[in-house]
């Protein structure tokens, strides 16, 4: 069924609206880590496992619009365990949440207060521990944990467009 005589020129006037307009986009990894000590290990060799995990979801802290580029900040919350030598139950470690950031170049964007940064589909791709030796004085072993996110980056300003569009073709009160 197709509207009779509803599409006039008449029907159509110029206006403006607000939009967002994509400046730039990009798909990034972002990388962090954090060295934990860990005091009570006598050896390396004496660490049997190690095992880490997230313990909820990566989160964006802090978003800098720069000239030409922005800098975010977030992190990963996780946990770590460490299973010894002739010790039945693994230690539980407490660590902080993994810090990471990123960077992503955009020329022509400027810290004015226009500027909008989406990031979307934040996941985290990759977790992990590695056994380092310290040598501050009071603890002899530490454990490097590294994160790996991915996450889309959307930079976009405010901005006016003109459209020709159509005025209520059913003017009912």
């Given at each position: 069924?197709?509207?009779?005589?509803?599409?006039?020129?008449?029907?159509?006037?110029?206006?403006?609206?607000?939009?967002?307009?994509?400046?730039?986009?990009?798909?990034v990894q972002?990388?962090?880590?954090?060295?934990?000590?860990?005091?009570?290990?006598?050896?390396?060799?004496?660490?049997?496992?190690?095992?880490?995990?997230?313990?909820?979801?990566?989160?964006?802290?802090?978003?800098?619009?720069?000239?030409?580029?922005?800098?975010?900040?977030?992190?990963?919350?996780?946990?770590?365990?460490?299973?010894?030598?002739?010790?039945?139950?693994?230690?539980?470690?407490?660590?902080?949440?993994?810090?990471?950031?990123?960077?992503?170049v955009c020329?022509?964007?400027?810290?004015?207060?226009?500027?909008?940064?989406?990031?979307?589909?934040?996941?985290?791709?990759?977790?992990?521990?590695?056994?380092?030796?310290?040598?501050?004085?009071?603890?002899?072993?530490?454990?490097?944990?590294?994160?790996?996110?991915?996450?889309?980056?959307?930079?976009?300003?405010?901005?006016?467009?003109?459209?020709?569009?159509?005025?209520?073709?059913?003017?009912?009160?």
């Open positions: 069924m197709a509207f009779v005589n509803q599409v006039l020129p008449d029907n159509f006037v110029n206006q403006k609206i607000k939009v967002l307009k994509v400046l730039c986009s990009e798909c972002e990388t962090g880590s954090v060295t934990v000590p860990v005091p009570g290990i006598p050896a390396l060799e004496d660490i049997v496992s190690i095992d880490i995990v997230a313990t909820g979801p990566p989160t964006i802290g802090t978003i800098e619009v720069l000239d030409g580029k922005i800098i975010n900040v977030g992190t990963v919350p996780a946990a770590l365990t460490i299973t010894l030598l002739g010790v039945e139950l693994p230690i539980e470690v407490p660590i902080p949440a993994i810090p990471f950031s990123g960077e992503v020329p022509g964007i400027v810290p004015d207060g226009t500027i909008n940064v989406q990031k979307h589909d934040l996941q985290l791709e990759g977790l992990t521990a590695t056994a380092i030796p310290l040598v501050d004085g009071v603890v002899d072993f530490g454990v490097l944990v590294t994160a790996t996110i991915q996450t889309c980056v959307i930079i976009s300003k405010e901005t006016i467009m003109k459209v020709n569009a159509a005025t209520q073709f059913c003017p009912c009160p």
